[in-house]
């Protein structure tokens, strides 16, 4: 249960930081005469999510000098519920490459194919359902 606790506030606090980033971004950043092609926001969110991610996997998994305080609950709040909560897209960047290092490149081209794909026809089948 404690776990889950942490991962939950570890989810709040990274929504809430990526909901600041893009209201910051949309303040700062706004490109003059409407939006431009793709959000600045969520890309930048979304490499920071990833780098972070691989540097605490990284350290996760040292096998000398890993700091005491990355134990499992540590890596539960930061890398499941701030990283979770700030974008999915760093753990989805994560697994991709714990595929290709585990000698798996099919596996990591099918799982990246797959969840763009699938995930794209899920955004268009929600819009066509409440479209009406």
């Known amino acids: 249960m404690t776990t889950a606790l942490l991962v939950g506030l570890g989810g709040f606090l990274g929504s809430i930081s990526r909901y600041l980033i893009g209201l910051g971004f949309g303040q700062w950043l706004a490109p003059a005469g409407g939006a431009g ?59 991709t490459f714990q595929l290709l290092k585990r000698g798996d490149p099919l596996g990591a081209v099918l799982y990246v194919g797959a969840t763009l794909i699938v995930g794209l026809v899920g955004v268009w089948l929600g819009f066509r359902l409440a479209s009406g």
């Open 37 to 95: 092609r793709f959000s600045l926001a969520t890309f930048t969110v979304n490499v920071v999510g990833c780098a972070l991610i691989g540097y605490l996997a990284g350290l996760a998994e040292r096998s000398v000098g890993v700091p005491a305080w990355l134990g499992t609950n540590a890596k539960a709040f930061l890398m499941v519920g701030v990283l979770g909560g700030f974008t999915t897209f760093s753990a989805f960047g994560n697994e």
